[in-house]
């Protein structure tokens, strides 16, 4: 699988997720957990995204994500046993620079190779065909933004920022979340705490990333007046990331990192601008009810 090609699984599976969430069956809510589990065991940043439901009391989400990350964990060992996960945390430690990876030996940090030789086409997957933008392909993380400006200490920036981000995403569920009972905005709630916080790890982010925005920016469609978005004044900053990111203005200089800032950027505020109007409407909705 080509870079990126995973980042629409994932996409896929909490968008099955939302439909389930979506639909009055007996276990909607614990299948919708199921397949965030399952994301969140191929994707470890995901579990951020049961913080809300963890606030909002939605056990049988819950339950439904524990059960999904055993699952998938469970049938890992089976197929490639425990050495498989050894090997990603020491990489995954050894990316982010939390390890010294030459303090370990060879055996320890490779997977040894196969003699298996590939097909150049396999099942309508055409390696030999490149992306045109792949040269542009730009890195979105916030570490290099420290590397960039040469700021010591970024690991523990990254951290502290990470945690203030955190912080303010519990304070506003706390405001906000806990007078919406929708579950529908819990949702749009989680995932938007993990792609904001996906900018915190300190490894590279890249362009094809942003296919996950799709979710949020599709919720809000669904859920938002879509007059509202329109002729709200942040559609500016979604317009221009798109364009940016179509290859529109390929002559401004990281064109691609302007685009992925922009686009989350609206789809941070809009889903806040949202969920705050959602959670008055909901308090007054319930001033009336008992009025009456």
């Given amino acids: 699988m080509n870079s990126g090609q995973i980042y629409i699984v994932y996409v896929f599976l909490l968008s099955i997720a939302w439909f389930c969430l979506n639909k009055t069956f007996k276990f909607n809510n614990f299948v919708g957990g199921v397949l965030v589990g399952i994301t969140a ?13 963890l606030i909002s009391r939605r056990y049988s989400f819950l339950l439904g994500g524990l059960a999904g990350i055993l699952f998938n964990l469970s049938l890992s060992f089976a ?7 050894q090997k990603y945390l020491l990489a995954m430690f050894g990316m982010t620079g939390y390890i010294n990876l030459s303090t370990f030996s060879p055996e320890q940090i490779t997977i040894p190779r196969l003699d298996i030789v590939y097909p150049k086409v396999v099942e309508g997957f055409d390696f030999a065909i490149r992306n045109p933008l792949e040269a542009h392909l730009d890195n979105t993380s916030l570490y290099d933004v420290l590397n960039a400006i040469d700021i010591p200490n970024k690991r523990d920036i990254l951290i502290a920022g990470f945690i203030i981000t955190i912080v303010f995403f519990l304070l506003f569920s706390l405001k906000y979340l806990l007078k919406n009972r929708d579950l529908k905005s819990t949702f749009l709630f989680g995932v938007l705490i993990c792609l904001i916080c996906e900018f915190f790890i300190p490894v590279g982010r890249y362009s094809y990333y942003d296919v996950q925005m799709l979710l949020p920016l599709l919720i809000l469609i669904n859920q938002a007046s879509v007059m509202k978005l329109i002729s709200s004044r942040l559609i500016i900053f979604l317009l221009s990331g798109m364009l940016l990111g ?7 200089p990281r064109f691609l990192f302007f685009s992925t800032y922009l686009i989350t950027f609206y789809v941070f505020t809009s889903s806040l601008v949202f969920l705050k109007q959602e959670a008055k409407f909901e308090t007054k909705s319930s001033q009336l009810s008992v009025a009456d």
């Fill in 79 to 85: 197929v490639v046993d425990l050495f498989i996960w």
């Fill in 41 to 53: 065991s191929l994707r470890p940043p995901f579990v951020l995204l049961f913080i809300p439901f």
């Fill in 246 to 252: 179509m290859g529109c203005f390929a002559w401004v």
